[in-house]
């Protein structure tokens, strides 16, 4: 199957000099800052608002109970005074702290839509970036990959975690655009190993040290089972608000009638070839596609995260800004608060 055009570079190759793939890799990640500036710029309001609005942490002044109210945030003394129910404001926080996990694991460097998973991935982070570095806000990230050892980052101090399953690097969380832009190139300088890597650990990752509240972002396939990444998930809610981002290929949710397809699987290598013209070989592959996206979607329900799901043969930005509408309008209900 053909391979569209990539958004972000690939691995240099032995004849690509490392200037040449740093250039390209900027000039890449300049032309998707722009893209999300100009659909992006101006659809969140204010310029404290995340990629997730909604309340602050510190305390302001009492109103009425409406119906759908966090009842956590009820203001007890002044409901006993006025024998009216009464929730306590909040106040966003003027610095902003969002951390990113992102997953390019083997199952990533795959697609046979417009982009890559790979592509999609690193555009969401940019995306996320952009809305988030604003005002002194802050930013990291965790990044994850195959492998066995850790990685090490040129150019932008990384802090590798023990040996494990799986590369994970630390990139420290820091204000400013030209911050962010560097953090931006390591992430799509991450070269993509061989190997299983460990989503539950990468996730783990956001949850020590612990960290103030703030927002947390996981980028990834969730190809792994729901078991492995569902506790860590759940527990990153507890303290931050979560969002996330799942990215799918068309293919990996039916399959065409093409005859016999070779399939290889990244992360371990095996090859599989599969009598694609039967029509309920496709049919039982659909029905275990559906009910494992079924289980994500229940996985990350359950967990409190809100959900965004990415595809590779669709306008992610697009996707991106009608997240955020909703998210808008979800949490408002129409009114302002």
């Known amino acids: 199957m053909a391979r569209a055009a990539a958004v972000t570079p690939s691995t240099p190759s032995p004849q690509q000099s490392p200037n040449a793939a740093d250039n390209r890799s900027g000039a890449v990640l300049s032309r998707l800052q722009l893209m999300v500036t100009r659909k992006l710029d101006g659809l969140l309001q204010g310029d404290y608002a995340g990629l997730l609005p909604?309340?602050?942490?510190?305390?302001?002044?009492?109103?009425?109970?409406?119906?759908g109210d966090d009842v956590r945030r009820m203001d007890w003394p002044v409901t006993a005074r006025t024998t009216t129910a009464h929730v306590r404001r909040t106040v966003a926080d003027r610095e902003l702290e969002?951390?990113?996990?992102?997953?390019?694991?083997?199952?990533?460097?795959?697609g046979t839509g417009r982009w890559l998973k790979r592509d999609v991935v690193v555009a969401a982070a940019a995306a996320i970036t952009h809305l988030t570095v604003r005002g002194g806000n802050r930013i990291g990230a965790v990044v994850g990959s195959g492998g066995e050892r850790p990685a090490a980052r040129r150019g932008w101090r990384a802090t590798p975690e023990p040996p494990g399953p799986g590369r994970l690097v630390r990139l420290p969380a820091r204000s400013g655009r030209k911050e962010a832009q560097g953090m931006l190139r390591a992430i799509a300088g991450t070269s993509i190993q061989p190997g299983r890597g460990d989503l539950g650990a990468l996730i783990d990752m956001l949850n020590r040290p612990p960290r103030r509240r703030g927002v947390a972002v996981v980028v990834s396939d969730f190809l792994a089972?729901?078991?492995?990444?569902?506790?860590?998930?759940?527990?990153?809610?507890?303290?931050?608000?979560?969002?996330?981002?799942?990215v799918v290929d068309p293919r990996e949710l039916e399959l065409p009638d093409v005859g016999v397809l070779p399939v290889v699987d990244p992360e371990t290598g095996e090859l599989h070839e599969v009598q694609t013209a039967d029509p309920s070989l496709r049919h039982r592959y659909a029905a275990a596609a559906a009910a494992q996206r079924a289980e994500i979607s229940a996985a990350m329900r359950a967990a409190g995260a809100a959900h965004l799901r990415l595809r590779t043969d669709r306008d992610w930005l697009l996707d991106m800004v009608r997240f955020v509408a909703a998210q808008r309008h979800a949490r408002t209900r129409g009114t302002t608060r």
């Open 54 to 67: 909604g309340p602050g942490s510190e305390a302001g002044e009492s109103r009425e109970y409406r119906p």
């Open 98 to 110: 969002t951390w990113l996990a992102v997953d390019l694991s083997a199952s990533l460097d795959f």
């Open 225 to 246: 089972p729901p078991a492995q990444w569902a506790r860590p998930l759940r527990k990153l809610r507890v303290r931050h608000d979560v969002l996330a981002i799942e």
